[in-house]
């Protein structure tokens, strides 16, 4: 019988940490619901940000703006994506990020030390929790070899295969900034593709 789960973030905490579904209501103290609007600034360049977000319905996007006045978007976080500012978090650093709701947003506010906490309450978590920062910084170093060595046409099928069914969510110049191309860029990359029969919608 298929698992039904009460939210994302109950999902999120029994498949990621294990942690048994009778359990979950007691990591209630580790995190609060909060409901954003579109547009809507969550952290701001200079603030020190000591916490975590869980996008449990929704669209945030991190980005940071050059000297130039350039946008350049980092990540785009959806539905069971978390999304945070390592170096604020953990250093007590004001950050360079600025977390935006592309969407009308409900996100879980993890505590800094979500994942410690866890993993002194549940034996279960302690594996999980490292194995989830290994996938942060893996997902760091694709994001790093991709934007210094692959095409941007390569660029774009990543992000289609990294955001499924994201195409209609986001606009063409935040996909163009995310890929480190420009939207004329981007334009001609979907043309090329579409020569190719790939469908891009």
Same mark, same amino acid.
């Given at each position: 019988m298929e698992k039904t789960f009460k939210s994302n973030f109950e999902k999120y905490l029994v498949e990621t940490f294990k942690i048994?579904?009778?359990?979950? /209501?007691?990591?209630?103290?580790? /995190? &609060? !619901?909060?409901?954003?609007?579109k547009g809507q600034i969550l952290v701001r360049t200079g603030e020190s940000s000591r916490n975590w977000f869980f996008v449990e319905?929704? $669209?945030?996007? =991190?980005?940071?703006?050059?000297?130039?006045?350039?946008?350049?978007?980092?990540?785009? /976080?959806? @539905?069971?994506?978390?999304?945070g500012d390592r170096n604020s978090a953990f250093f007590n650093r004001p950050t360079q990020y600025i977390v935006e709701a592309?969407?009308?947003?409900? !996100?879980m506010v993890l505590d800094i030390n979500f994942a410690v906490r866890l993993? @002194?309450?549940?034996?279960?978590?302690?594996?999980?929790?490292? $194995?989830?920062?290994?996938?942060?910084?893996? =997902?760091l170093q694709k994001r790093i070899s991709l934007l210094l060595g692959a095409t941007a046409e390569?660029?774009?099928m990543d992000f289609i295969s990294t955001y499924p069914?994201?195409? =209609?969510?986001?606009? =063409?110049?935040?996909?163009? &900034?995310? $890929?480190?191309?420009?939207?004329e860029s981007l334009s001609r990359v979907r043309r090329e593709l579409a020569k190719k029969n790939f469908l891009i919608d």
């Amino acid at each position: 019988m298929e698992k039904t789960f009460k939210s994302n973030f109950e999902k999120y905490l029994v498949e990621t940490f294990k942690i048994e579904r009778s359990a979950v /209501a007691e990591c209630g103290d580790f /995190a &609060s !619901i909060k409901n954003i609007e579109k547009g809507q600034i969550l952290v701001r360049t200079g603030e020190s940000s000591r916490n975590w977000f869980f996008v449990e319905k929704g $669209l945030l996007r =991190q980005y940071f703006i050059d000297k130039r006045g350039k946008e350049h978007i980092l990540y785009f /976080a959806p @539905e069971n994506w978390l999304v945070g500012d390592r170096n604020s978090a953990f250093f007590n650093r004001p950050t360079q990020y600025i977390v935006e709701a592309i969407e009308d947003t409900t !996100i879980m506010v993890l505590d800094i030390n979500f994942a410690v906490r866890l993993s @002194e309450r549940f034996n279960s978590a302690i594996v999980d929790s490292d $194995l989830l920062l290994q996938r942060h910084i893996l =997902q760091l170093q694709k994001r790093i070899s991709l934007l210094l060595g692959a095409t941007a046409e390569e660029r774009y099928m990543d992000f289609i295969s990294t955001y499924p069914n994201m195409l =209609q969510r986001v606009p =063409q110049w935040m996909i163009a &900034s995310y $890929l480190g191309i420009t939207p004329e860029s981007l334009s001609r990359v979907r043309r090329e593709l579409a020569k190719k029969n790939f469908l891009i919608d």
